[in-house]
């Protein structure tokens, strides 16, 4: 499995479903209720998250076929082929839905590429009010708008 060609194929996915976020940033969206945790934020959903899922889904579906892979997503019922192929992408495509109905910073697109086993490979996080594009390659480092990240204040609260 080529990790360096799908994390590309995700950021474009990312990118992508940014854009979708961004041409709606400042609009009114409709707010419609799914099945979900007990929190109001786990229930929310708009159309700007399932235009999101589609278009992400454009990008990393034709790799489900190529590479054998199986997906899980927040808008979509999960269809347990996760647990069926080695490697699955876990993706949420508007992370932070209620902070973007409130007009507030907080949200963003979330691709992962993790193994059966929980081990994440590939991580994707695309800030669309920033424009700040986060990703890592298990092994080579994290990235910041394309530029090794380093975090510089560590502590001892996260590991």
Request: aromatic share 10%.
């Given at each position: 499995?080529?990790?360096?060609?799908?994390?590309?194929?995700?950021?474009?996915?990312?990118?992508?479903?940014?854009?979708?976020?961004?041409?709606?940033?400042?609009?009114?969206?409709?707010?419609?209720?799914?099945?979900?945790?007990?929190?109001?934020?786990?229930?929310?959903?708009?159309?700007?998250?399932?235009?999101?899922?589609?278009?992400?889904?454009?990008?990393?579906?034709?790799?489900?076929?190529?590479?054998?892979?199986?997906?899980?997503?927040?808008?979509?019922?999960?269809?347990?082929?996760?647990?069926?192929?080695?490697?699955?992408?876990?993706?949420?495509?508007?992370?932070?839905?209620?902070?973007?109905?409130?007009?507030?910073p907080?949200?963003?697109?979330?691709?992962?590429?993790?193994?059966?086993?929980?081990?994440?490979?590939?991580?994707?996080?695309?800030?669309?009010?920033t424009?700040?594009?986060?990703?890592?390659i298990?092994?080579?480092?994290?990235?910041?708008?394309?530029?090794?990240?380093?975090?510089?204040?560590?502590?001892?609260?996260?590991?």
């Amino acid at each position: 499995m080529n990790l360096l060609q799908l994390n590309k194929i995700a950021i474009k996915a990312a990118l992508a479903a940014g854009k979708v976020i961004q041409q709606h940033m400042n609009d009114e969206v409709k707010v419609e209720k799914k099945k979900g945790g007990a929190s109001y934020a786990s229930q929310v959903v708009t159309a700007v998250d399932i235009a999101c899922e589609q278009v992400i889904f454009s990008h990393l579906l034709p790799t489900c076929d190529e590479f054998d892979l199986a997906f899980l997503s927040e808008e979509t019922e999960d269809n347990g082929s996760r647990f069926k192929e080695d490697f699955f992408w876990c993706i949420d495509p508007m992370d932070g839905t209620l902070a973007f109905i409130n007009g507030q910073p907080g949200f963003s697109v979330s691709i992962a590429l993790v193994a059966k086993d929980g081990t994440p490979y590939i991580g994707v996080v695309f800030d669309p009010s920033t424009d700040t594009l986060y990703h890592a390659i298990k092994g080579n480092g994290a990235f910041k708008n394309g530029s090794p990240w380093e975090i510089k204040n560590t502590n001892d609260h996260l590991t």
